[in-house]
């Protein structure tokens, strides 16, 4: 069943960068996409940004002035290819009474605002975000803890073999769930038995598939995982779906859609991130509905 609007209870998600390391650029990656990653997340009509790639760039173009008054933005770690779409955040320039919160896990329960404020900031950027016009809040947590947030939403957070670490997230609503597993290199053996736990029966997974196996050996220890190990940890903890995400930006549509034809082989229900593309999860039972056809081109932003 294909629709187009999801009801105002689904579990909906986004996609605004789908990219790993930096950006791609050319024809050769209209399908896909170039921004880095940015994936959008309503539970209901709640809003959360999971990681502030240069795909926030493109979600704040369509938030405009629409965006609620207070933004959570759930950063994975602090890599440059997941913060700098940051400063270019339309609703953070539009607005005095915005908030917009950061939660970072990966540093010990520190927040992200030491880091931040000694990238954006002169030599290296010319604007602090503290003089955008929204205010930044900055929030530290230890990836393993859940984070509650003011309004009594629940999200579970899961420590991740990343170099310095990266924080995986599980979202639920209305007993859906999706989990957002980027950064992440896989472990031997695999899967870890902790990280099928933290997805077990989610109806999606985002997982940091950036490399094939067969590329894996020259990329060991880089931190990133293969679409393959994706399917196996999917199939291990029962996850229904599977979006393969964090793509190399070296990996061409042609690439990328022999893989993914490769992969729906062994899972029928894995994908390869496309940017823009949408998929909601209506509550309790109902089918997935997904809506891909609107992200064969992506549009310069
Ligand atoms: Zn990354
Ligand atoms: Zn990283």
């Known amino acids: 069943m294909i629709r187009r609007v999801a009801s105002s209870e689904a579990l909906q998600v986004r996609f605004w960068g789908i990219r790993g390391s930096t950006c791609a650029s050319g024809p050769q990656f209209v399908e896909f996409g170039s921004h880095t990653p940015c994936v959008e997340v309503r539970c209901g009509e709640r809003l959360f940004i999971l990681d502030a790639g240069t795909g926030l760039s493109a979600l704040g173009m369509e938030l405009g002035q629409d965006a609620p008054e207070k933004i959570d933005i759930l950063l994975s770690h602090l890599h440059l290819d997941h913060i700098s779409g940051l400063p270019f955040f339309k609703p953070a320039l539009l607005a005095k009474e915005r908030v ?7 540093l010990d329960g520190e927040s992200a605002m030491e880091p931040l404020g000694r990238l954006f900031a002169p030599p290296l950027f010319p604007v602090r975000l503290g003089q955008l016009p929204a205010r930044f809040e900055y929030h530290g947590f230890r990836a393993g803890e859940p984070i509650t947030f003011d309004d009594g939403t629940r999200i579970e957070t899961h420590l991740l073999n990343h170099p310095g670490g990266a924080t995986g997230f599980r979202l639920s609503h209305r007993g859906r769930s999706i989990c957002y597993i980027s950064d992440v290199e896989h472990s031997d053996p695999w899967p870890d038995p902790g990280l099928a736990a933290f997805v077990r029966n989610a109806d999606l997974m985002i997982f940091d598939g950036m490399f094939s196996d067969a590329e894996y050996s020259y990329c060991r220890g880089w931190g990133h995982s293969t679409w393959q190990k994706g399917v196996e940890l999917s199939k291990a903890a029962g996850v229904k779906a599977l979006a393969i995400f964090h793509l190399y930006p070296g990996h061409d549509d042609a690439f990328l859609k022999k893989a993914e034809a490769e992969m729906q082989a062994v899972m029928p229900t894995a994908f390869m991130a496309r940017e823009r593309q949408f998929i909601a999860f209506e509550p309790a ?8 056809p609107e992200t064969a081109k992506v549009p310069a932003v």
Not at 100 to 106: K, L, M, S
Not at 285 to 292: H, S, T
């Open 100 to 106: 917009i919160r950061t939660y970072c896990g990966h």
């Open 285 to 292: 039972d109902d089918e997935m509905v997904a809506d891909r």
